[in-house]
């Protein structure tokens, strides 16, 4: 058993560390999980514990079904909170709408779907989860830092793979390892 995701890598650029890092200094009081820069992804489909014989079924549906699809890129764009301001819980990027990227999605969902994999429900959002809240003390401040970027440009993405990750959690936080690559030509 291990716990997996399929999932695109994101190499943080110059304006996306900056965003982290002013972040970070404005809300240095609060109790925030931070994504390592080595971890930051866009999150396809969340599988979590799957055997290893299924693991080699999803890896084999995501070679036929990522071949040809072609590279892409994406815009990171603005920032936000899941929940709301009264109950912040994750600080993210956002991404500008993309055919490709949810034409992606759509064709590894399906592919899923064929394995009988149990999926959540809920619609494609695609974003970077840049930070986990444990404890906020000051709202207004988490409030005016995700203003100064919420309508900003912040990096363009070159999609030229799909990854299988195992996640491994550990004390120090998670570790994200590459089972298997699919390239998208």
């Given at each position: 058993?291990?716990?997996?995701?399929?999932?695109?890598?994101?190499?943080?650029?110059?304006?996306?560390?900056?965003?982290?890092?002013?972040?970070?200094?404005?809300?240095?009081?609060?109790?925030?999980?931070w994504?390592?820069?080595?971890?930051?992804?866009?999150?396809?489909?969340?599988?979590?514990?799957?055997?290893?014989?299924?693991?080699?079924?999803?890896?084999?549906?995501?070679?036929?079904?990522?071949?040809?699809?072609?590279?892409?890129?994406?815009?990171?764009?603005g920032?936000?909170?899941?929940?709301?301001?009264?109950?912040?819980?994750?600080?993210?990027?956002?991404i500008?709408?993309?055919?490709?990227?949810?034409?992606?999605?759509?064709?590894?969902?399906?592919?899923l779907?064929?394995?009988?994999?149990?999926?959540?429900?809920?619609?494609?959002?695609?974003?970077?989860?840049?930070?986990?809240?444990?404890?906020?003390?000051?709202?207004?401040?988490?409030?005016?830092?995700?203003?100064?970027?919420?309508?900003?440009?912040?990096?363009?993405?070159?999609?030229?793979?799909?990854?299988?990750?195992?996640?491994?959690?550990?004390?120090?936080?998670?570790?994200?390892?590459?089972?298997?690559?699919?390239?998208?030509?």
């Amino acid at each position: 058993m291990k716990r997996i995701f399929i999932a695109l890598k994101v190499e943080a650029g110059e304006t996306l560390l900056k965003m982290i890092s002013s972040l970070k200094s404005g809300l240095s009081k609060d109790i925030i999980k931070w994504t390592s820069p080595d971890n930051i992804h866009i999150t396809l489909a969340f599988l979590g514990d799957t055997e290893e014989k299924m693991i080699k079924a999803i890896s084999s549906m995501l070679k036929e079904k990522c071949n040809g699809t072609g590279r892409f890129e994406l815009i990171l764009n603005g920032s936000g909170i899941f929940r709301n301001l009264s109950d912040p819980r994750i600080i993210w990027t956002g991404i500008e709408p993309s055919e490709k990227l949810m034409h992606l999605n759509e064709i590894i969902m399906n592919g899923l779907k064929e394995l009988n994999i149990k999926l959540e429900e809920r619609p494609f959002n695609p974003h970077l989860t840049i930070g986990r809240i444990k404890h906020l003390n000051d709202k207004q401040t988490l409030k005016a830092l995700i203003e100064q970027y919420q309508n900003s440009e912040i990096q363009i993405i070159p999609v030229t793979e799909v990854i299988l990750y195992e996640s491994i959690l550990l004390q120090s936080g998670p570790v994200y390892k590459p089972i298997a690559r699919f390239n998208l030509e």
